[in-house]
């Protein structure tokens, strides 16, 4: 009876034992699931500083979005301007890819739009006059004859309201704007968002949000210019461009759409497969003479079919690859034709011909004079909604 005893005491001496040593390790467990999460969470940070003050004497303040993978962005709330985007090369290094200035004042300065948001309208509208209604809107002459990404005190020149915002895998900046009606010209209240969301993954979603009071018309994009070298003394002629369209919006010579859409096949225009910006940029044709290069709205394919991609550029010595996705139908691809070396650079010189190129996603140009293009209206009671994606990786 007594080794009865003693056999059922060593169990339970063994039992308590061994609910210890499982107890140990599920806090274990727990703890280092706990560890696993705080390193989740702060896969990607944002940061606020202080960026200047205009001269106008508003405050501007600077947002910086990092990832873990080496993708950092600076935006400013001047402009919701793009001032710093720096991603990892093949060696994984991280440098800079995007073109700008070292100073607010000098965004403050006449310059191309450098990496700014633009609205109300992005690129031209004939004449700077359309209808609603039949009511004729006058809007800003300022790229004669036309008028150009929303006039001269545009989206790109005014100062945003900042909420930003941070989850696990993202980071993000919600940037606020308030139109009024017959700013720039143009009708209605307009309450604009744009959200700014990194990834872990070193993408890069813009998000366009806006509602109005008034019937109106609407196409916002982002105006960053890329050289994915990172040499900014270098042209942008190597990279190599593809662009998912069949058909290009041709132009005038004021470049306001002739109304016809022309099939890229055995054109400069053709991007439909992997090709240099350099191959057929001179060639002679009559759209390049236009835009002194390419300047132009590509017609974008599987349009109603949500986001999905629409072009990338390659940069060969880098190994950067730079890939866009939208659901816009289309896609300006600009290389910089009219940058002019009267621009400095952060770290001295001057931003040379064709040291940047843009890939704008939007509607098409003149869209509210084009009654056969995509419509651009807003009514009110309705939302303007429409995601961009940047993603950048290495091969």
Request: glycine share 10%; aromatic share 10%; with cysteine.
């Amino acid at each position: 009876m007594n080794l009865v005893k003693r056999c059922v005491y060593g169990i339970s001496i063994l039992s308590l034992v061994s609910m210890n040593v499982q107890c140990k390790g599920e806090k274990k467990e727990e703890a280092a699931g706990t560890a696993q999460e705080a390193k989740v969470t702060d896969s990607v940070s944002i940061a606020k500083t202080v960026y200047g003050e205009t001269e106008k004497g508003e405050k501007i303040d600077r947002y910086t979005l990092r990832n873990q993978k080496g993708m950092e962005v600076d935006i400013i709330t001047y402009g919701g301007i793009i001032t710093s985007l720096k991603v990892p090369n093949k060696a994984g290094k991280s440098e800079e890819v995007v073109i700008g200035f070292n100073s607010l004042e000098q965004y403050q300065k006449a310059n191309p739009y450098f990496g700014a948001l633009i609205g109300r309208f992005g690129n031209r509208i004939a004449k700077g006059k359309f209808t609603l209604d039949g009511k004729q809107y006058t809007l800003a002459i300022n790229n004669d004859p036309n008028a150009l990404h929303g006039g001269p005190e545009g989206f790109h020149r005014v100062v945003w309201t900042a909420e930003e915002a941070k989850s696990g895998d993202s980071a993000s900046l919600k940037l606020k704007y308030v139109a009024k009606d017959g700013e720039e010209g143009y009708p209605g209240n307009l309450t604009v968002f744009v959200t700014y969301t990194l990834n872990k993954d070193n993408a890069l979603d813009v998000l366009y949000e806006a509602t109005t009071d008034k019937k109106t018309v609407l196409n916002l994009t982002q105006h960053s210019y890329f050289n994915l070298s990172s040499d900014f003394s270098k042209p942008i002629l190597g990279h190599e461009i593809t662009i998912d369209a069949d058909k290009l919006v041709p132009v005038d010579a004021t470049l306001i759409p002739t109304g016809k859409l022309t099939d890229v096949t055995n054109t400069p225009f053709d991007f439909r497969k992997p090709k240099a910006v350099g191959k057929d940029i001179n060639a002679s044709d009559d759209q390049l003479k236009k835009g002194l290069g390419y300047d132009h709205c590509w017609v974008l394919n599987n349009q109603g079919k949500g986001e999905r991609f629409a072009a990338s550029a390659y940069e060969p010595t880098s190994g950067r690859l730079l890939e866009v996705y939208t659901d816009q139908p289309g896609i300006q691809f600009y290389s910089g034709n009219f940058l002019d070396g009267t621009l400095p650079m952060r770290n001295g010189g001057t931003y040379a011909h064709r040291t940047g190129f843009c890939l704008e996603t939007q509607h098409y140009p003149d869209s509210p004079n084009q009654k056969d293009f995509p419509t651009t209206v807003l009514n009110p009671g309705e939302k303007y909604k429409t995601k961009t994606t940047f993603k950048f990786s290495v091969k």
